[in-house]
């Protein structure tokens, strides 16, 4: 075998504008992550090796037949229900959340696996009863979807069980899911309002809070969001430059190899960068859409239009957040901030819609 074939075999059933899209927020990760660590390549390292491994899982599942990720769907589900329930009962707690699972060898935050486990479900039971759905079958999958998050935001993990809920409304979404029965929704949501804030944290509660007025808590509850507002609009029209960011490198930026690192880049690359990343991401989420148009089957259309809109949901709250028109959530800006299962659960789900897209002239024959 010559080296051009054992690559075109390699190849063979990654998209390569999704691969291409995916690779330069990767590369402009590391190029950020070296800055905000102030020029140390301990964590440009560390999030390299999470780069090798969750490419080689994204390699595994893009070869995966489709039929292989519909078994997959229940099996996940039921595995991530069970780590949910050993976090509730034997979890490790730390900062005052109980999220992680000691297993012996590692340990585990099981919510990161329901992000691709719900909807993955959601997508192989409407797939089940796609000729014949009614309301009854919305419900039960609304079930599927109630019951992780009920645990998740019990560990308390508030931003993974709003996000978990958002991928799985888009499964209720794209599966038909009436508008009438939304606006009910909707209605009932702002109805129960009162309630669920008084089911909140006081931690939580004062995020929102903080949200309308930081400066109450300036060096408290609202230093966050106030530091992250002015890295993001001292960057300017041009950015103070690579390496050059005065709240990052000055130490007034929290979290700034995590969350808050779109406040890093925003500062040295100022809204042409901006731009640019939005670009990138732009560009990510339209081949994730063309995929979704193209996809063959029920359960496929459901499942890449789900991973499709996740990912751009998770970009927008991060921005928002770092931006100060969204709570702080504890939300990783996709691809770019450090992070190894982020990247993994990521990765993951790109590896299905390269599965979906590659695979999708075996299913019509």
Not at 226 to 246: C, D, E, H, R
Request: glycine share 10%; net charge positive; proline share 4%.
């Amino acid at each position: 075998m010559t080296k051009r074939q054992f690559w075109q075999r390699i190849m063979v059933h990654l998209d390569q504008p999704l691969l291409l899209g995916i690779g330069l927020l990767m590369l402009t990760s590391l190029l950020t992550l070296y800055s905000a660590g102030d020029g140390s390549w301990s964590r440009v390292l560390g999030q390299s090796a999470n780069i090798v491994v969750a490419l080689a899982c994204m390699w595994a599942v893009a070869n995966l037949p489709l039929h292989y990720l519909m078994r997959t769907a229940v099996p996940i589900y039921l595995l991530g229900m069970a780590l949910l329930v050993g976090v509730a009962l034997f979890g490790e707690i730390s900062h005052g959340a109980r999220r992680w699972l000691n297993i012996g060898v590692a340990t585990i935050q099981p919510s990161e696996l329901m992000k691709i486990g719900v909807p993955l479900m959601m997508a192989w039971y409407f797939e089940k009863h796609e000729a014949t759905l009614t309301l009854k079958n919305y419900f039960i999958a609304a079930l599927l979807l109630l019951m992780p998050i009920a645990l998740i935001a019990r560990q308390p993990d508030l931003g993974t069980a709003l996000l978990i809920s958002a991928s799985g409304f888009y499964v209720l979404f794209l599966a038909g899911l009436s508008w009438r029965v939304m606006g009910v929704m909707f209605v009932a949501a702002l109805a129960s309002a009162p309630v669920l804030w008084s089911m909140l944290h006081d931690y939580q509660r004062h995020r929102i809070l903080m949200l309308f007025d930081p400066s109450q808590d300036a060096l408290g509850k609202g230093y966050h969001t106030i530091q992250g507002m002015i890295a993001v609009g001292s960057g300017g029209i041009l950015g103070k430059g690579y390496l050059n960011g005065t709240q990052t490198h000055l130490d007034f930026l929290p979290e700034r190899t995590t969350d808050f690192i779109f406040a890093v880049y925003s500062e040295e690359f100022g809204l042409l960068g901006n731009l640019i990343l939005l670009g990138l991401y732009l560009f990510v989420i339209g081949r994730g859409f063309i995929i979704t148009a193209n996809a063959s089957t029920y359960f496929t259309r459901l499942m890449a239009g789900s991973i499709t809109l996740t990912f751009a949901t998770y970009a927008f709250v991060n921005m928002g957040m770092v931006s100060g028109i969204l709570p702080v959530v504890g939300v990783p800006l996709p691809l770019i901030s450090y992070g190894g299962t982020s990247m993994l659960t990521l990765l993951l789900g790109f590896g299905m819609l390269m599965s979906i897209e590659t695979h999708k002239n075996l299913v019509k024959t």
